[in-house]
């Protein structure tokens, strides 16, 4: 009798543990998928930079980048070798070609043939591209894309009064703020950064880069290096990302752009693409 009430206790139990093991199985796949939907992409946009004339290979990014999923571009500068009218429209019809949305600022490149001709840096630029500021939100996150790209004069008064204003509003407002620009107020290891060839440009530099601080920006963004690369910024608290240049010219690390994914719970990365 104390045998049979011994089996039937065993063979109860082992079905309570099953039970458990199932129903706690259930729950770790239920978490697991709870968790993937917290980190679902919620939205993806590409970065180019530097094509400087190699228009095949601008064009082939940007094909890459939409069959990527992208929702949209943005280009950080230097899109042509002298920034002449011809050179400019040129690779402002493979951004068309793209039919990607778009948002592009200048570089110090695409400056050159203005300036040589006395006129404002940015004539030609403006003239085929439009403006090379722009401050937009998608998804809750706040976009500044500033303009730095002349490095005698830097960014115009008026201009950082807006920019202070965009990202001092934007803290409240939504869940990220991300800057982009051509060139970094700052580099841990290179000396190629905003102000490099102006005291005066150097020291808006370190007013940029103070204010990303003071606001908390989560993410700064340039190209003009050549190189992709990650750091923080001199208070650890700003991830800033220099994109590797589109062209074939000065570049160790070979044709390349950046993706950035943001996930629904607002984590987001940064993807160096080579070009093929």
Avoid: C
Avoid at 35 to 64: C, G, H, Y
Avoid at 78 to 107: I, K, M, P, W
Avoid at 216 to 222: A, K, P, Q, R, T
Avoid at 252 to 276: H, K, L
């Amino acid at each position: 009798m104390r045998k049979f009430v011994l089996l039937v206790f065993l063979i109860g139990l082992s079905i309570a543990l099953g039970f458990s093991w199932q129903k706690g199985k259930a729950k770790i796949e239920q978490n697991r998928e709870s968790s993937v939907l917290d980190k679902a992409p919620i939205l993806r946009f590409a970065l180019v930079a530097d094509s400087e004339d190699e228009n095949e290979l601008l064009k082939k990014a940007l094909s890459q980048a939409k069959g990527a999923g992208v929702n949209f571009v943005i280009g950080l500068g230097d899109f042509t070798s002298l920034g002449t009218l011809e050179q400019l429209s040129l690779a402002e019809e493979v951004f068309e070609h793209s039919q990607l949305t778009y948002f592009v600022t200048a570089g110090d490149h695409d400056l050159w043939d203005s300036r040589n001709r006395a006129d404002e840096a940015t004539t030609n630029f403006r003239q085929v591209f439009g403006q090379s500021s722009h401050f937009f939100e998608k998804q809750g996150i706040q976009f500044v894309i500033l303009d730095n790209s002349d490095i005698y004069s830097g960014i115009k008064d008026a201009e950082i009064s807006n920019i202070k204003f965009q990202i001092s509003n934007s803290s409240t407002q939504h869940k990220l703020t991300f800057v982009f620009a051509h060139k970094t107020p700052f580099h841990p290891q290179s000396e190629h950064v905003m102000g490099e060839n102006s005291e005066e440009v150097s020291a808006q530099a370190r007013k940029l880069m103070d204010l990303l601080q003071e606001k908390e920006v989560e993410g700064f963004f340039s190209g003009d290096l050549h190189f992709f690369a990650q750091f923080n910024s001199p208070d650890g608290n700003v991830k800033m990302t220099t994109i590797g240049a589109v062209n074939s010219a000065r570049n160790f690390q070979g044709p390349r752009f950046a993706i950035v994914t943001v996930y629904s719970d607002y984590s987001w990365e940064v993807e160096d693409v080579e070009i093929r």
